[in-house]
């Protein structure tokens, strides 16, 4: 085998040759006629030509060699549930997912937008949608009827799938009561919709659009749907992410590309044998969640674990206990997740058998060199960080280990993965910045390698103009991430240049946050900023400026009002959104053109120096926040 450099060099260099080669990776109805169509930058078309299915390459292209191989394997500590689908079942489940979808008058193209715990059947719907070639659209589930409204909008889905509720720790979320808000909200309306009763709520049924999952699929028993064999630039799904404007993007995805990119990362980065078993503790919601727990894995002919619950109940083992259990070979995981356990008895990562595990990638958001030092000693296993967005829909930045043992950084995602050109580039005049050391922004030269975005949906220009940026010479796409390299091309990345905050891992706008409590009628104003936090890497603080200060002289009405806006944010968003603090102030610091000075407020609300303050209109608005986080 080549080295890392060589294989890398010739992505960029040799790409059609490459990526062709890559193709072999899965399987294909009519082979691609073109590798890399970029004749229309920025939008790349891969493998046109080419027809592909992705649930054929996930489940039924491994019914000749491993049927009964374990495929989906269920575990919820929150109910109790635990199961494991073979090949075999998981193609007869996914088959009767797909003949309900099409009897409720689903076809090709049509949008399915999933909102749904982490249940079997989300995994059955996604299949089922990607057989059939209908565009699917998973809401994570901790998301409340204003942004799940807002989603629905965008997606204007034929069919909703959901679940009567979720629950978590213990406790249970009930998802329908903000299934129908977000319908009520919305001025588009699904013809139907799809429920999963676990029993764990009461439904109110709207007759004529709601159906029951299991009464519709048992229809369908012996169900035999083909896959429909879908151009390779097709649309596979949707996954909505945050940006600087308060209105969420769907992420549009292509077919074919994806599904190479996803075999390539499986054998590269993640070392995924098929019999093996991978494990990771995302959520479908997010887009690890497709690209890991179900697209990755079962293409690579893996079983993977689709686990519902915490990281600490029963107790902190849990995780390493079905490490043990089902021998899982590969893990990926969150720093936070690992940062919630580090408050737990170290002996738990010494209780199970982990010798199957070959490594531990952790990605989403930076990885602290404490501890990826602390998981790293306990496990006795590589820790693998990665660095990527759901734009990209694989990693970016990572250690390519299948291609050659590359050394680890603590504190560095490592090396651009093979077909991304990475460059670093200043913040205002767009030069590119060379030596070792020096600040910019992660910017990648197009053409984008296969399963990246094709675009947003429903809108090229937004994707031209939201990620496109003139250079001088050209166009790139910018990450919004700051980042260095180090003098062995080692990156590592200080966060995001844009109004994105990463809450435990979970990317949030903070302009959504905004949106959200400026809806409580006693806010005139208020600012949204992420601040470093110990657990969750950041968390969300609000200053608020209310319409009536009157009221607000003593601590209880301040706690009051503070916690009355919390809940607002819980109610539209999801608690995932809710911020940390709520803060009052009299006015807001803002630039004398009347800008809000966000990276001026975070940097105090950081306890950290305010900067370059010659612009600010009046800067007792500073000093107001600086008292306020005063120790
Ligand atoms: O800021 C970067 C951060 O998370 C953002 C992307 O989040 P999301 O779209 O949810 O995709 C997550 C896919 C793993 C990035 O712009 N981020 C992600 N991974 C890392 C990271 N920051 C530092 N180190 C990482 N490994």
Known sequence: MSTYAEFYRRSIDDRDAFWAEQARLIDWKQAPRTICDNSKPPFTRWFAGGTTNLCHN????????????????????????????????????????????????????????????MIAEAAFAMLACARIGAIHSVVFGGFASVSLASRIEDATPKVIVSADAGSRGGKVVPYKPLLDEAIR???????????????????????????????????????????????????????????????????????????????????????????????????????????????????????????????????????????????VTSMFSAPTAVRVLKKHDPAFLKKYDLSS???????????????????????????????????????????????????SKFGSPGLPMYGYDIRLVHESTGAELTAPGEKGVVVIEGP???????????????????????????????????????KDGYFFILGRTDDVIN???????????????????????????????SLKGQVAMAFVVPRDAAGLTDTAS??????????????????????????????????RSGKLLRRAIQAVAEGRDAGDLTTIEDPSALQQIRDLMAP
């Not at 496109?468 to 990450?479: A, D, E, K, Q």
């Not at 809940?567 to 610091?589: T, W």
Request: glycine share 10%.
């Open 558 to 591: 301040r706690l009051k009002l503070e916690g009355d806006i919390m809940k607002v944010v819980d109610e539209q968003l999801g608690a995932v959104a809710r911020p940390s603090r709520v803060h009052f102030v009299n006015l807001l610091p803002k630039t």
């Open 448 to 486: 984008t390698p296969p399963g990246f975005m094709q675009t947003v949906w429903g809108d090229d220009q937004r994707y031209v103009d939201t990620y496109w940026h003139t250079v001088p010479g050209r166009t790139v796409y910018s990450t919004f991430d700051w980042g260095i390299r180090d």
């Open 357 to 407: 595990l070959k490594a531990l990638s952790l990605a989403g958001e930076p990885l602290d060199e404490p501890t990826a030092q602390w998981i790293s000693d306990g496990l006795g296993r590589p820790i693998i960080d990665n660095y990527w967005q759901t734009e990209s829909g694989w990693p970016i930045l990572a250690l390519a280990n299948g291609v050659e043992k590359q050394r």
């Open 58 to 117: 996930a489940v039924d292209r491994h019914l000749q060699t491993r049927p009964d191989q374990p495929a989906l394997i269920y575990v919820s500590t929150e109910t109790g549930a635990e199961r494991t689908y073979s090949f075999r079942e998981l193609h007869g489940e996914v088959q009767r997912a797909a003949a309900a979808l099409q009897g409720l008058g689903v076809k090709k193209g049509d949008r399915v937008l999933i909102y749904m715990p």
């Open 503 to 533: 809450v435990a891992g979970h990317r949030l706008g903070t302009r959504e946050i905004e949106e959200s409590i400026s809806s409580h009628p006693n806010v005139a104003e208020v600012a949204v900023v992420g601040v470093a936090d």
């Open 185 to 327: 909200l919305s001025s588009h309306k699904p013809q139907s919709v799809l429920m999963v009763d676990r029993g764990l709520a009461p439904m109110e049924s709207v007759t004529g659009r709601d159906h029951d999952w299991a009464a519709l699929t048992g229809k369908h028993k012996d169900a035999q749907v083909d896959c429909e064999w879908l151009d390779s630039t097709d649309i596979s799904y949707t996954i909505y992410t945050s940006g600087t404007t308060g209105r969420p993007k769907g992420v549009q995805r292509d077919v074919g590309g994806y599904a190479v990119a996803l075999a390539a990362s499986m054998k590269h980065i993640f070392l995924g044998e098929p019999g093996e078993t991978y494990f990771s503790t995302s959520d479908i919601g997010w887009v690890v969640g497709h690209s890991y727990i179900i697209y990755g894995p079962l293409i690579a002919g893996m079983a993977t674990i689709m686990y519902e619950g915490l990281p600490i109940r029963p107790d902190a083992g849990i995780w390493w206990s079905l490490v043990e259990k089902y021998k």
